[in-house]
Every structure is written in structure tokens, then in C-alpha cells.
């Protein structure tokens, strides 16, 4: 079994930060990536950043220049750090991690449960 937890949601100001964590745990023999993505009612879901085991980091237009996101590979842990935000930053935002569970024979994605991000204006 893989549990992915993301906790740092919450509510700002616009203008202000928030730094939101990923921890990924269980049976888990490998990862390549982890990523953020972020969904509004009505909308679909879209990748605000993600980074792969080799450190190499891909942003959305969006976020670069005010979100950096990192991993401890080490701990599983992914982190995002959003400065500057906007309103229209607000979304729930999902954790995916990329990673081969132990016992299945390939990688696959797995998903958090979302954290709320609101910024009020």
C-alpha cells in the first residue's frame, strides 16, 4: 500500500506564502517524480510543478519565478514553496508520485487527497 499526505493548505492573503509538504510512504521500491497539480470547480486538473528523482523541475507558466518546488529523497518528501500568491491561485492541490509499489511490475500514479489553497484578495 502507498499513502501520499500533503498538509500546508490554508488561507493568505494576497501576496502572501504558503509551503505546502508531500510525504509519500508505504511499499514503495522506486520513485521517479512527484508533482503538484491544482483543480477549481469546473475545471480540470493542471500540473503546477513537478520534479523528477534526477532533479529536474518543470513549472507551469504560472508559477514560475514565484513557486520552487523540492524533494528529499531521502524521506520522500516533496515541497512546495509558493510566494507571491494570487487569488487565482486558489485550488485544491493535489500530490502525484510517480513510483513503482512493491509487488506490481511497473511504475504507476499515485495521488494525495488535496489540500485547500484559498487567497483572498
Known amino acids: 500500500q502507498v499513502q501520499l499526505v500533503e498538509s500546508g493548505g490554508g488561507l493568505v492573503q494576497a501576496g502572501g506564502s504558503l509551503t505546502l509538504t508531500c510525504a509519500a510512504s508505504?511499499?514503495?521500491?522506486?520513485?521517479?517524480?512527484m508533482g503538484w497539480y491544482r483543480q477549481t470547480i469546473g475545471s480540470d486538473r493542471e500540473l503546477v510543478a513537478n520534479i523528477t528523482w534526477g532533479g529536474s523541475t518543470n513549472y507551469a507558466d504560472s508559477a514560475k519565478g514565484r513557486f520552487t518546488i523540492s524533494v528529499d529523497i531521502l524521506k520522500k518528501l516533496m515541497t512546495l514553496q509558493m510566494n507571491e500568491l494570487r487569488p487565482e491561485d486558489t485550488a485544491v492541490y493535489y500530490c502525484k508520485a510517480d513510483l513503482w509499489r512493491v509487488g506490481t511490475s511497473a511504475f504507476s500514479d499515485y495521488w494525495g487527497q488535496g489540500t485547500q489553497v484559498t487567497v483572498s484578495s
Open positions: 508505504g511499499k514503495i521500491f522506486s520513485v521517479n517524480a
